[in-house]
């Protein structure tokens, strides 16, 4: 086990490295990167970790290569947690035109960007958090917006604000209520209470993607169990999973 002055030194050269290989890729393409055949264009000021994972292809690689294997282009989807708006390119580059998508991102800092690199008509971001415990939330704000979550799991670094809540049902009957639509899911533990909470609005899904994250959880080895067995229970199974990436299709689909 490293001490913690080793620790410190590691993580000094670690980022040294990455600032290279970032400074490098600037130097001919600017901040913009390439994502599973998409482009999109990033802040300068956002978290080393994120410019070296998309240079180096590790970004969100298991939910892209999910995602571009069984989206369904003809159904709308409904993504939760837009983040940078990167995986959100995808999931619109792989849609028909005229195809409804809406996204869902907490942190308000990251509507600008993550609209900028949906950039597609048929797409819209919203500024909200999901939550079942009244009509705002408070959402932690982290330097990494990968670690940012629902107030609950504070620290030194992190900044709660108050942003509106909402539900999947509310979202879904936003959309139009559609039968079939296609649920992306990736919002930092908060799954688990949408699942007990909405799986009524879960049931009239056709595909379900969700990243879980058991590990923010008390009960971290039964949360999988929980949701798996909620899911089969409104009448899906378990397609594929990839590290903690699920992906639950309908029975009758």
Known sequence: MLTGDEQIKKTVIRDLFRQRRIARHVMKNGWQFD?????????????????NA??????????????????????????????LGVVSCLIGSLLEETVLHVIVE???????????????????????????NGATALFDVKSNPHASMLSGATSENSKAI?????????????????????????????????????????SHAGLIIIELHPHLHADSLQVVDRINNTLVQAGFFLLEKTAEVYVWLKRDV
């Open 106 to 132: 907490a942190n308000p800092a990251l509507i600008e960007v993550c609209s900028q690199n949906v950039g597609r008509p048929s797409s819209e971001v919203i500024c909200k958090a999901i939550s079942y």
């Open 162 to 202: 108050e942003v509106e809540a909402t539900t999947l049902s509310a979202l879904w009957q936003g959309m139009g209520a559609p039968e079939g639509y296609t649920l992306i899911s990736d919002i930092e533990g908060a799954e688990v209470e949408m699942v007990v909470h909405d799986a009524e609005t879960l």
């Open 54 to 83: 998309l240079i180096q292809g590790k970004y969100e690689a298991e939910e892209a290569k999910l995602i571009s294997r069984y989206l369904p282009k003809n159904k709308p989807v409904l993504e939760l947690g837009g983040s």
């Open 35 to 51: 994502f599973h055949g998409v482009k999109v264009s990033l802040p300068e000021n956002i978290d080393l970790a994120i410019h």
